[in-house]
C-alpha cells in the first residue's frame, strides 16, 4: 500500500504580534466581506475564486459575529486570537465527500475542545496543480457555548510545551484517520501516513534518505506562478522542491524495487529448502493397552520356572525309565512341580501302580 500525496497538515497560530486578525483570516479563507469592529477595517476577499462552500459549527451566527466576537473577547495586544488549520483533501474525493470530510473533522475538534469553528474548501487554482485541493479550518483559541455564542476560558493544551506536540499529533493521527476511511469508501489503494519521513523509515515503511518537502505558502507560491507564466527562470525554492521531489522518487522506487527482489529470492530459498529436506522418520505405533503382547516365561520368575517344569516332565513321560524301579533324581524333580507347589496325588497313584504291573510280570 503506497503512501498518498496529499498528506499536508499545518497548523499556524492567527496572532496580533504578527499584524494579523481573525476577522481578515476569515474573510480570506471564504472569500467575503467582514468589517473589524475593534479597529474598523475592512477586509473584502469577495473577488477571490475557488472556495467551494464555508461552515460554521459551534456557534449559533454567521462568520461576521463569531470572528468579531473573538476579537473582542481577547485584550491584550499580542493576544493568539484564533488558530488555523490547512488540510490537503484527496483529489480522487468528489464534492460532497469531500465539504463532509472537513466538516466531520471540524466537529470532532468543537467536541474534543468545545471551539467553534470556520471551515471553507478551496478548489485547484487555474495556473497551479489541478490536484491542489485543501481545506481551511479556523478555530477559536477559547471555549465556546454552543447555544448561546459565549465565549469562555482560554484552551492551553495547544499551547503548553509539553501537551502541544502530543495535540498536534493527536489531530494529525484523527485527520489521517477521517482521510484514509474516505479513501477506502471509493476503494482507492493509497493512504495517508500523517508520520514523519525519518519516522517512517525505522519503521521499514520507506527508504532512508527522504527529503523533506516544504509547504511554499501562498507568498511563494504566487512568486512562483508569476514566473512561470513570464517565462522567468524558478525561484530557488522551486528548484530546490523540485529537486527533492526527484530523489524521493528515485529512492522510492529502487526500495521498492530491492524489497520485490529481496522477497522474491526469499520464497525461492524456502522452496528449495522445502525439497532438500528429507522426510521425519515415522514413529512407531504405540501398543494398544487393550492388545498387550503374548506373555513371555522371561517376563516373570514364577512363570519361567513353570515353563522349565513342564518342558521337563514332557521329557519324563516321553522315556522309558519311568518304568525303573529307581528313576533319576531329575524324573523326580520333574514330576513334582515346580517349587512350593505340591505333587499331584494322582500322579503318585499311577507310578505306583505301573511299579505293581512291572513286579507281577517279573514273577
Not at 139 to 145: D, I, L
Request: with cysteine; charged share 30%; glycine share 8%.
Amino acid at each position: 500500500m503506497k503512501n498518498h500525496a496529499a498528506a499536508h497538515h499545518s497548523i499556524t497560530v492567527i496572532s496580533r504580534g504578527k499584524g494579523r486578525s481573525a476577522t481578515g483570516a476569515a474573510a480570506y479563507i471564504g472569500a467575503m466581506k467582514i468589517a473589524d469592529d475593534r479597529d474598523g477595517r475592512v477586509h473584502d476577499y469577495r473577488r477571490k475564486r475557488g472556495v467551494e462552500r464555508v461552515e460554521i459549527v459551534g456557534f449559533p451566527g454567521d462568520a461576521a459575529q463569531l470572528w468579531n466576537a473573538a476579537e473582542a473577547a481577547e485584550t491584550r495586544r499580542n493576544s493568539c486570537v484564533a488558530r488555523e488549520t490547512i488540510l490537503a483533501i484527496p483529489a480522487e474525493l468528489s464534492e460532497d465527500r469531500r465539504q463532509a470530510l472537513v466538516r466531520g473533522y471540524a466537529l470532532w475538534l468543537r467536541d474534543t475542545y468545545g471551539v467553534a469553528a470556520m471551515t471553507a474548501i478551496h478548489a485547484p487554482s487555474r495556473e497551479g496543480d489541478a490536484r491542489n485541493c485543501h481545506g481551511h479550518v479556523l478555530e477559536t483559541t477559547r471555549a465556546v457555548e454552543r447555544k448561546s455564542g459565549a465565549f469562555g476560558g482560554k484552551i492551553r493544551l495547544m499551547d503548553d510545551r509539553k501537551s502541544g506536540p502530543i495535540e498536534v499529533e493527536r489531530r494529525r493521527v484523527e485527520w489521517a484517520r477521517r482521510a484514509n476511511a474516505e479513501l477506502a469508501r471509493i476503494g482507492a489503494a493509497a493512504r495517508i501516513d500523517h508520520r514523519s519521513h525519518a519516522r517512517r523509515a525505522a519503521t521499514g515503511d520507506e527508504p532512508a534518505g527522504m527529503i523533506r518537502v516544504r509547504h511554499q505558502g501562498p507568498a511563494r507560491t504566487a512568486v512562483t506562478r508569476k514566473a512561470r507564466t513570464n517565462g522567468d527562470p524558478a525561484p530557488p525554492w522551486e528548484d530546490e522542491r523540485q529537486a527533492a521531489l526527484r530523489i524521493n522518487g528515485q529512492l522510492r522506487d529502487t526500495w521498492m524495487f530491492l524489497r520485490a527482489e529481496l522477497r522474491a529470492r526469499a520464497r525461492e530459498e524456502a522452496d528449495a529448502k522445502a525439497m532438500t529436506t528429507p522426510a521425519e522418520p515415522v514413529a512407531p505405533t504405540p501398543v494398544h493397552p487393550a492388545f498387550p503382547r503374548p506373555p513371555s516365561p522371561h517376563d516373570d520368575p514364577m512363570l519361567a520356572a513353570v515353563a522349565d517344569v513342564m518342558a521337563a516332565a514332557q521329557g519324563v513321560r516321553d522315556d522309558a525309565w519311568l518304568d525303573a524301579d529307581d528313576p533319576p533324581p531329575s524324573a523326580v524333580a520333574a514330576g513334582q512341580g515346580p517349587p512350593g507347589v505340591p505333587p499331584d496325588d494322582d500322579d503318585e497313584k499311577r507310578l505306583a501302580a505301573r511299579r505293581a504291573r512291572r513286579r507281577s510280570r517279573q514273577r
